[in-house]
């Protein structure tokens, strides 16, 4: 989807967008990533709302063999909220910035400060998102490379939402490490190490829920976790201030 936007093919980006949406339904998150893009490319408004109007329908489509309800639209939200709900716990197995302040499974309703946990995740989350969409819509007619902006933006939206939300699994940080992987060319061996530790962590993080359920399960400490937690958040954290300390200058 995001290659064929940048090739200006918007009617087989949007459908495969729609895809992405259905399989795990973060993938809106670059929405807006796109329509910045889009409209700084002078691309119509009619180009734009039928790029809209194919996204919603792929998703329709998809929702309706197995539509339980009269209503597709009461059902299609009944599946989202199922789907959001079904792991109500600050870290689901992620190595995040949850199981650093508390463990893995927490109940994400429990409060600091008399704000729940997950309110305290959509507060982060949507801080650090905010920014860098305000970010794109100030930079995107300033840089010179529009695609090089586009995929460090996205890379740090999809890694900011696997640190900072609660209900995050481990798989979740997939997006994030595809489009930081795309940046590799354009950075130095300090940041492509930090990058392999990234997947690093991840290979570990991937093989110790599994491995619960075999009879060689993985142990890991609190502080094993803990340690693993730090550094990935670390590693976004520089990441993010990489990408500041570049864009500072077109302010």
Known sequence: ???????????????????????????IFALPVYLIYMISKKVSFKK??????????????????????????????????????????????AFNFWSIVTK????????FLDINFQTWGYLLFGSVYLFLIGALFILIKKVSNSTLLLTTILSLIFLGMFIFLTRMHERHIYYGLAFLSLLIPDFNIFSIVLIVILYFIHLINLYYPYSQATTNPLFLSQHAIVFFSVLNFAIFIYFLAIFISKYSKNK
Request: charge should be neutral; aromatic fraction near 18%; glycine fraction near 4%.
């Open 1 to 27: 989807s995001f290659y064929y936007l940048l090739e200006g093919k918007y009617i087989i980006s949007s459908i495969l967008l729609g895809f992405g949406q259905l399989v795990k339904p973060i993938a």
């Open 48 to 93: 734009i709302l039928l790029f809209l109007i194919l996204l919603v329908t792929v998703v329709i489509a998809a929702f309706i063999p197995f539509n339980n309800f009269d209503n597709i639209f009461r059902f299609i939200i009944d599946r989202h909220s199922v789907t959001a709900n079904q792991y109500p716990y600050t870290s689901v197995n």
């Open 104 to 111: 893995l499974w927490e109940p994400d309703k429990h409060t």
